[in-house]
């Protein structure tokens, strides 16, 4: 998750939040906000799994929002966009996200992501 952190106002970014979450909702996709527990020899992180014929994504509630916005835009980033509206910042988020994911490991570190 080497998103370059773009969202530092928190008003800004719950609202931010609330908007993916509800175009995630709109793809089938469904978020859930846990407390991640964390136990002695394995790390637990936010992201996204299939429960039986349902995909989830998991946001842990202990991060701050901009973080959890992170996560929904690096799980939202490949996802068909077209048909769902997003606000111009929600969607430009997600077209870094797109294109940082779509750089080498080496040359996302370098453009600053």
Request: charged content about 30%; aromatic content about 2%.
């Amino acid at each position: 998750m080497a998103m370059a952190k773009t969202v530092h106002d928190s008003s800004t970014s719950v609202t931010l939040l609330e908007e993916l979450k509800a175009a995630a909702e709109k793809l089938g996709i469904r978020v859930r906000e846990e407390r991640l527990l964390r136990e002695v020899g394995y790390r637990v992180r936010s992201g996204s799994c299939r429960l039986r014929d349902t995909e989830v994504i998991f946001l842990d509630r202990g991060l701050p929002a901009s973080a959890q916005v992170d996560v929904l835009v690096e799980e939202l980033a490949n996802r068909p966009l077209d048909t769902i509206y997003l606000s111009p910042a929600a969607r430009a988020l997600i077209e870094r996200g797109a294109a940082n994911r779509a750089l080498p490991h080496a040359d996302r570190e370098a453009v600053g992501g």
